[in-house]
T-cell receptor, first 113, second 113 residues
């Protein structure tokens, strides 16, 4: 079945450091790929998405490029802030009568001042 | 435009009891999905409702059931609660089953003792 694998956390960084969170996927078709963010005590918020190979999703300084050849969708940010501390979830969706996301286990990011 | 709201925010139940969780979808959204998020895990899809009909179900037993009402709000019912049902239950709404952008509520934290 379809699955998403994320790097294990927590990822601990100092403010203004470069961030990469790895995400790879396995899918039988051509998925759309997503990153969601979950702040403490809150639900998930869509951060960015990409719907086809080589698309780049971006939002709030975060970027991820849909790499079909490596089945990856790594999340990057050039300079993290303390306010970016949260759990980040990679997800895929494939049409099967509806769009139901398959989530990774999440990667916790802790940014220190 | 109002967002997705869930109630209650926290709940403690005893093993064997039944529980009902509620979700009000975002204005104009006719599709509601429910997820179970165990501690340290990604959300797991329970089921989806579209225009009051179940439109897909994940790998959850029949004691997990749901309803969607004419105003597109929804309920998740869990019978014969087990300790492993302790989790954050998330509701997400979207404008249609063909829309990949889902908006999540803040979740209901269920603890079974």
């Amino acid at each position: 079945g379809d699955s998403v694998t994320q790097m294990e956390g927590p990822v601990t960084l100092s403010e203004e450091a470069f961030l990469t969170i790895n995400c790879t996927y396995t899918a039988t078709g051509y998925p759309s790929l997503f990153w969601y963010v979950q702040y403490p005590g809150e639900g998930l918020q869509l951060l960015l998405k990409a719907t086809k190979a080589d698309d780049k999703g971006s939002n709030k300084g975060f970027e991820a490029t849909y790499r079909k050849e490596t089945t990856s969708f790594h999340l990057e940010k050039g300079s993290v802030q303390v306010s970016d501390s949260a759990v980040y979830f990679c997800a895929l969706m494939i049409w099967g009568g509806s769009y139901i996301p398959t989530f990774g286990r999440g990667t916790s990011l802790i940014v220190h001042p | 435009e109002t967002g997705v709201t869930q109630s209650p925010t926290h709940l403690i139940k005893t093993r064997g009891q039944q529980v009902t969780l509620r979700c009000s979808s975002q204005s104009g959204h006719n599709t509601v999905s429910w997820y179970q998020q165990a501690l340290g895990q990604g959300p797991q899809f329970i089921f989806q409702y579209y225009r009051e009909e179940e439109n897909g179900r994940g790998n959850f037993p029949p004691r997990f059931s749901g309803l969607q009402f004419p105003n597109y709000s929804s309920e998740l019912n869990v019978n014969a609660l087990e300790l492993d049902d302790s989790a954050l239950y998330l509701c997400a709404s979207s404008a249609s089953t063909a829309n990949t952008e889902a908006f999540f509520g803040q979740g209901t934290r269920l603890t079974v003792v």
